[in-house]
């Protein structure tokens, strides 16, 4: 694993970006949540899962654009050092699956610190709001509903991330990052009444599945950019 991680470490362009993406990111997500659960209980409950959706979804996409923009165009030129090792391809793959990893440990936490910040504020208002979620009184909110908003989150950003990284269009990956960036919102917040065992194992088969293919599909775009017969061989 830790040589795993290092391979995906070489794809930052620098160093602050690191302490970004591992520290600086999920802390800052997680206290603006935690400021945002000083307002009403409902409120601020919506509120934190809009800000956490659109956070994550906007900050992922910088992050990519940073690392692994248009890796999978025809006239990608960024990658030639990776293309003049014999172990280059294996190195994106393990960059790639740890990228998907760390994605899902990141929105594990802050959506996990989410849930945790919620139920603290229902039992410090120990029963003097009703909140009131799908219709029933409820004395916090189901786990299930943030389980489910991450997995929404992390689909939006895979499935984006397909156009993206195919594109060195800046403006078209600008409007993809604005798209679903919406979308995650809209879904977090539509199907907070569906959020169950069953609807959270769907979305993550549906979201293993893309994540998967992405990664295939991408993989196999970069292996044909390869024209030199020789380094074929060492395939």
Not at 51 to 62: M, P
Not at 63 to 86: N, P, Q, R
Not at 106 to 126: F, G, H, R
Not at 185 to 207: D, H, K, N
Request: glycine letters at 6%; proline letters at 1%.
């Amino acid at each position: 694993m830790i040589r795993t991680i290092r391979m995906y470490n070489v794809f930052f362009p620098r160093k602050f970006w690191m302490l970004f993406t591992y520290i600086l990111y999920p802390v800052i997500m997680i206290v603006l949540c935690a400021w945002l659960s000083k307002m009403t209980l409902l409120t601020g409950m919506m509120m934190n899962l809009m800000l956490s959706a659109s956070g994550i979804v906007t900050v992922e996409y910088l992050l990519d654009t940073y690392m692994f923009h248009g890796v999978g165009a025809k006239d990608y030129k960024a990658l030639e050092y990776v293309k003049s090792s014999g172990r280059g391809v294996h190195l994106l793959q393990q960059a790639l699956l740890f990228d998907g990893i760390r994605r899902l440990f990141t929105t594990s936490v802050i959506m996990a610190s989410l849930y945790w910040i919620t139920k603290m504020a229902c039992e410090k208002d120990a029963g003097e709001t009703i909140l009131e979620i799908n219709g029933q009184v409820v004395s916090h909110p189901s786990a299930w509903i943030y389980v489910q908003s991450g997995v929404i989150v992390i689909l939006s950003v895979e499935v984006g991330m397909l156009i993206t990284r195919r594109s060195k269009n800046i403006l078209v990956n600008l409007l993809i990052l604005y798209l679903m960036s919406a979308i995650a919102c809209i879904l977090a917040m539509a199907i907070m009444e569906f959020a169950s065992a069953v609807s959270v194992g769907v979305t993550g088969i549906l979201l293993a599945i893309i994540m998967v293919i992405s990664r295939k599909v991408l993989v196999k775009k970069v292996r044909e950019s390869f024209y030199d017969e020789g380094y074929k061989k060492l395939l």
